[in-house]
């Protein structure tokens, strides 16, 4: 049985299931190198596919996540499209007046100027204004079945949550377990929080939902208020809040805290407010930006724990996944997995709406009849297609001149680049990762014993705020001399901040938070990626560290590199001398 699971929203995606395996699933951003695409996957369906070497006429089933998607926001490409300016001008000539005024704007017009009909590929004939989420519907299923050329009786929807629970429970390897599953994010299909029970075999049981839980919102428009991108940009707050405590954020704090409740499983307001963004930006007129990170991030973490505690102690279950876009803050994971009443923690690769195509095929499985024990889960969070040594030399032979040195380089010279304070780019022969953590097939590698690469790899390639923290990849053999993990928490992603040691406060401290000194690591085991942890343990043969800095291969403000070809792009159009492409190292001449 073949399912085609497509996300045609907001981190657009494709994901196919054979015989209930996951063969591949990639985020449309990475091939159509637009930032968080939204709309059709039309690239990552072909991708997927010819990964699996099958075709269309081969699916037996197609599932598509979230029935209930608004038209104006694939007029203008919502999330992929519209600048800081423009997520203003919607607040202020569209939700304004709608929510503060009562009055009947029109989104279209308040955005004319996103507004661009000729790359709207939906029989607008089926759709009845600019709401109509039903016409929508059929429209998206017209397309999708003339695309791809397949009789829509085989598409089917699924629940926006529904998927995200069913990913992070499909991808867990502990279904063997009573198992509590939350999902959390801005919102889709009517709600923004859910709670689910799994046990052993069955599928999940949802035993609760809100369309309360406004904590993603609330963090998405303090992102706004800050002058940064929503929907992208909220690991910046995440990463800005440890430079301030509670006696100089309390009154932002405060403010935050004031409003949304949680309330046993559901969520409550203590003060009702309007909207989400204005309410705020009025509270906190003249509070520090740092205050403010500090006190959206601090309620953050005590909603999600008081939630995740309520849960626990309701069902007597202590072993969490998450799963939804506000499971993507690290900092309140790393609080949630301290609960005492909590054994284990469970964040799978990808957990915002690029992973929801993966949740629908497996739920379209689920429904045909397909026992949920016979569904094999992934053990790794490298999902998307690879690239065969051949392919990526006719890259090399096609695009790199005489400028560049080509070899071939084994791990020992490339570890002694690093060792020497050498940065070096690593576009990985095995599959892709899924979701916005690079692993290490698609990465920027430093020494992680030197901070200064951080301004180095800033300067050259990234760009990046300088609060912000990178990470380590760290060899699972070193793992508890690097961090303290005593839940042994499945850290292989990249999801879950931990507490250092002291001894990685002295070999990987350009790995660590700048102020608090905590980490949010991959460990590297070598089942998972043998190439890239034989990579580490030869830079540890030198220099006695067990980890190396890593962060994702991108220009600022692009996708993380998809293809070969992409991958050789990004590297000459950037200031990094070195990428490790497959076996071939190639070097810029000086």
């Known amino acids: 049985m073949i399912v085609l699971g497509i996300n045609d929203g907001h981190n657009s995606s494709a994901a196919l299931i054979i015989d209930g395996k996951l063969v591949c699933s990639i985020a449309e951003e990475r091939l159509s190198r637009q930032k968080n695409h939204f709309g059709f996957p039309e690239k990552a369906i072909k991708c997927v596919l010819d990964f699996a070497r099958i075709s269309t006429s081969d699916i037996d089933r197609i599932a598509m996540s979230s029935k209930h998607f608004l038209p104006v926001y694939y007029y203008v490409s919502r999330n992929s499209n519209l600048s800081i300016k423009d997520y203003w001008k919607e607040q ?49 299923v017209k397309h999708l079945s003339e695309t791809l050329n397949v009789d829509s009786s085989i598409i089917a929807h699924q629940d926006h949550h529904k998927c995200h629970a069913y990913y992070g429970y499909m991808l867990s390897k502990d279904r063997d377990k009573p198992l509590l599953v939350y999902t959390m994010d801005g919102f889709g299909d009517g709600a923004n929080g859910t709670v689910s029970v799994g046990n052993p075999g069955l599928q999940l049981e949802e035993i609760s939902r809100s369309s309360n839980c406004n904590i993603g919102r609330m963090y998405r428009y303090a992102t706004l208020l800050l002058g940064m991108r929503p929907a992208e940009h ?83 279950i202590s072993n969490i ?152 990849s760290i060899i699972s053999e070193r793992e508890k001399d690097y961090i303290k993990n005593p839940k042994s928490i499945d850290s292989r992603f990249m999801a879950v901040g931990f507490d250092s040691t002291d001894l990685a406060k002295e070999h990987i401290p350009a790995g660590l938070h700048p102020f608090d000194r905590t980490a949010r690591p991959q460990v590297v085991h070598k089942s998972d990626n043998p190439a890239y942890h034989s990579l580490i343990k030869a830079f540890e043969k030198i220099t006695g560290v067990g980890a190396l800095m890593n962060t994702s291969f991108n220009i600022h403000g692009e996708p993380i590199v998809g293809s070969p070809e992409d991958a050789v792009d990004t590297f000459k159009r950037c200031g990094l001398h070195h990428l490790l492409i497959g076996s071939w190292l190639i070097s810029k001449k000086l």
Request: a neutral charge; hydrophobic letters at 35%.
């Open 92 to 140: 202020t000539d569209y939700w304004y007046p709608k929510l503060i005024e009562n009055k009947n704007p029109k989104y279209l017009e308040a955005l004319s100027h996103k507004v661009n009909k000729e790359d709207f590929p939906y029989d607008e004939s089926l759709i009845n204004g600019e709401n109509d989420t039903e016409g929508m519907w059929k429209a998206r």
């Open 234 to 316: 909220e690991y910046k707050l995440m990463g800005l809040a440890a430079y301030n405590s509670h006696k100089y954020g309390k009154d932002a704090y405060d403010i935050y805290a004031e409003t949304l409740q949680v309330d046993g499983l559901g969520f409550k307001y203590n003060k009702k407010i309007k909207d989400h963004f204005f309410y705020f930006k009025d509270k906190l007129e003249g509070q520090r930006f740092d205050a403010i990170a500090y006190g959206i991030q601090k309620r953050c973490e005590e909603i999600l724990t008081e939630w995740i505690s309520n849960g626990i102690k309701k069902t007597g």
């Open 321 to 472: 996944i998450m799963s939804g876009g506000v499971a993507q803050n690290i900092k309140a994971n790393k609080i949630i997995s301290e609960l005492k009443s909590l054994d284990s923690l469970f964040i799978p690769p990808g957990p915002g709406d690029e992973s929801i195509s993966v949740g629908a095929a497996y739920l379209e499985y689920i429904k045909n009849g397909y026992p949920i024990d016979k569904i094999n889960s992934p053990s790794t969070g490298y999902l998307g297609p690879s690239y065969s040594e051949e392919h990526i030399k006719k890259v090399i032979d096609s695009s790199i001149t005489k400028n560049f040195e080509i070899k071939k380089a084994s791990d020992d010279q490339v570890a002694e680049l690093l060792a020497n304070g050498d940065v070096v780019a690593r576009f990985g022969s095995g599959q892709m990762e899924f979701g916005a953590r690079a692993l290490g097939n698609r990465s920027i590698l430093a020494d992680p014993r030197r901070p200064d690469v951080i301004h180095h790899i800033n300067k050259l390639v990234k760009m990046r705020d300088f609060w912000m923290p990178f990470a380590p």
